[in-house]
């Protein structure tokens, strides 16, 4: 029986929970109160979100955090005492280990926490980190599934009631070029968007092989990005950029279907885990507007990271870092380049002291959910509605969350994988 939910805004209205109200309490004179942080993921990206939060600010300390396992956290802190010595106080009581790691660091006596771990545990986070009252930044994208969509959007609305921050990896919104662009689409430089083109085309990332002392789940975590319970495969991991782009340029608009090919052709060895290498996927709006994503994985091809939208009056490109618009109003950027990673922790510091707390919850919920649902059309071989996406009964999340045995889930297979 299908959930009674048909949108996001129709399931905020009964979505916050009846939970005691938690606000922070410390109001952040600018720049002389110290801002506490504390880190859970502490990975490459974990590390950098930290280096930048710390580095980006002043008089924000790192002073707790918390990984799965401890060669993990010990490499990521033994960096951040290097790169940033006076602003890290984490001492041996404030390290934690283990899959409720988590919780520990949330609980001790931080102000903002940074989500960096597999996506796949990203929404119990959130919902502990708003019920314990703290402002967040989580990497993107926001959950692997819609059950944890939906468990996002309570969390999002509690969230805002409660007057906490909290922003998202997609970093793009906070780049100068790319804002400078959209801005020019939105004012109609282009006429009206009638198709749009992006790519996210690269070789292999990482992979961690398998320690014969491991056990499933800790080979699984270790290696979560090839598992789409931890990832959402690289479609939602990776190219949710794309997908975020998209919607941006159509106003925060999300796409009404989407209709998707994709396969496992090269990356198939079981070290590779069950995720696909390649996808293609056909976006279309409400409007009748289209937009085609292509992703892949794969050694020795063409690579391409690039943004293309095609209008009445013109058409605007992001290639090679480069942001220009051609037609009837030609425009090539040549202002300042920023980091976009950067700055989206200072703003997120800034709005945290002005007691204006940044709230853009419901669009990094839009830009995942859309993700996931080309996934879902990806591996079905069916179109998927938005609706479907939103109302599915799809749980990625194994039945217990413990080091053991962990069964890998068989690679999707469109017209014999179902629609749930």
């Given amino acids: 029986m299908a959930l009674p939910v048909t949108s996001r805004r129709t399931f905020v209205k009964t979505a916050l929970v009846a939970a005691p109200l938690v606000v922070p309490s410390t109001v952040f004179a600018a720049g002389s109160d110290a801002i506490r942080v504390g880190l859970i993921g502490c990975g490459g990206r974990g590390t950098g979100a930290a280096v930048q939060v710390l580095q980006g600010s002043p008089n924000v300390i ?24 006076d602003r890290v106080k984490v001492d041996a009581d404030h390290c934690f280990t283990g899959l409720d790691a988590y919780k520990q660091v949330i609980d001790s006596d931080v102000d903002v926490v940074l989500l960096c771990g597999p996506p796949g545990f990203r929404p119990m986070q959130i919902e502990y980190a708003v019920q314990k009252g703290r402002h967040i930044f989580a990497e993107k994208p926001m959950a692997t599934d819609a059950t944890g969509v939906r468990s996002l959007i309570k969390s999002v609305a509690e969230a805002r009631s409660r007057k906490l921050a909290l922003v998202a990896g997609f970093n793009s919104r906070y780049s100068k070029p790319a804002k400078a662009l959209m801005g020019r689409i939105h004012d109609g430089a282009i006429g009206q968007i009638k198709a749009m083109y992006t790519t996210f085309n690269t070789g292999y990332l990482w992979n961690h092989g398998r320690k014969p002392e491991w056990s499933d789940m800790e080979w699984q975590i270790r290696n ?107 425009w090539k950027y040549d202002g ?6 950067q700055t989206e922790q200072e703003e997120l510091i800034a709005s945290i002291r002005k007691g204006q707390p940044i709230d853009q919850g419901d669009r990094y919920i839009d830009s995942t959910l859309a993700a996931i649902m080309g996934r879902m059309a990806a591996y079905t071989g069916q179109v998927v509605t938005w609706e479907q996406a939103m109302n599915s009964r799809e749980n990625l999340m194994p039945g217990s969350l413990a080091f053991g045995p962990t069964p890998t889930p068989p690679v999707a297979m469109p017209g014999r994988t179902k629609l749930i």
């Fill in 224 to 330: 979560w990005y090839y598992f789409t319970w931890l990832s959402g495969d690289h479609l939602v991991e990776q190219a949710v950029h794309n997908v975020d782009k998209m919607i941006w340029a159509m106003k925060d608009k999300p796409p009404a279907r989407a209709l998707a090919l994709g396969g496992r052709q090269v990356r198939t060895e079981p070290m590779w885990g069950h995720i696909y290498d390649h996808f293609a996927v056909l976006y279309e709006w409400a409007d009748g507007t289209r937009g085609v994503l292509f992703c892949r994985q794969q050694e020795n091809c063409a690579n391409d990271v690039s943004d293309h939208f095609m209008g009445t009056r013109g058409n605007a490109d992001n290639a090679r870092q480069t942001h220009t618009i051609s037609g009837e109003n030609p």
């Fill in 62 to 85: 790192l002073t707790a955090m918390g990984d799965a396992f401890g060669d993990r956290l010990n490499t990521s802190l033994t960096s951040l005492r290097k790169q940033q010595p």
């Fill in 336 to 341: 300042e380049v920023n980091s976009g990673h």
